[in-house]
């Protein structure tokens, strides 16, 4: 793995008088377990402004620190350094999107394909990481700032997450001795594995079941397409949080090749969720559907400005000539 400026990010906190750290603006398990991590390094070494962003769901609010976090729509500028982990400056909400401008520095660290090292004074970017959870320990050995239970719970919730619990193809022997170091620190990995990647609200299950139910197929059955519209969520009183884990589910439905989950945020507004069984790259097809867009090759996200009538039409034909193109090539 490329070497990591352990040292450069250290110079830049330690220039700065206040810190902010923020994941992008759908923040998962890696995002909340790099950005509180992190936090409580800094803290270690002595740093005493260090804020996180965000508003942790009902499956994040357990983790150590969650409760201090600052809503998006509360983050004010004026930061000396901002930092945006798990993420990029383009996935930002817009008022930490400004915060962040607005910061004398700003640093990156991250481990999506897509990200750019751009328009950043630091960018710690290493693509084969398989978390960004597992750079934030390689951050703090080499900071010298040892592991407790605290740290080793947002860390492992980091891990899991992006490896799907060590069962993606980004899972490595080196996941496997980071989650032996972690499991040292005595944590109850069970319970982290239960919150972060297993239990649902009612209406998550609920939801779940609905979605699963009406998902239709394309292009042979390669292609497979869930929709969540905002009057589900009125009708069963589900929220953006519960739709976690939905997609894949969908993915490994036999002769899936690609999954897409649309989800409507809003009148002309819908989020999409990628998933791959690896013939085709969903970042790329993300990336070209809106620039905004982006991720890992095997899951990818990215928000369009149309309506789900228009996407749900749109979709189906775009990821059935991909699966015809990769076939092909
Ligand atoms: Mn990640």
Known sequence: MPHLDCEGLKQLASDA?????TGPS???????GACLALQRALRAMGHRRVDVAGTPSFRYAWMPGAGEMIPDERVRPGYDLAVVLDGDRRRLSPPVGIAFRAARTTAIIDHHGTTS??????????RDADSTCGMIVELMDAWHVPLDTAFAELLYAGVIFDTGGFRYSNTSADTHRLAARLLDQGIDHSAVATRVL???RRAGTAL????????TFHADGAVIQGIVSQALHAELGSRPADVEGIVESMTYTQGVEVAVLLVERGPGAVKLSLRSRGLVNVARVAKALHSGGGGHDRAAGVLLAKTLAEVRVLLPKVLADEVRRARAA
Do not use: C, H, W
Not at 17 to 21: D, I, M, T
Not at 26 to 32: E, L, Q, R, T
Not at 208 to 215: G, I, M, Q, T
């Open 17 to 21: 008088a206040s810190v902010l750290l």
């Open 26 to 32: 759908d923040p998962d398990g890696d995002s909340f």
């Open 117 to 126: 090292a751009d328009g950043y004074t630091l960018a710690l970017i290493q």
């Open 198 to 200: 297993m239990e649902r």
């Open 208 to 215: 779940k079941a609905r979605v699963l139910n009406e998902v």
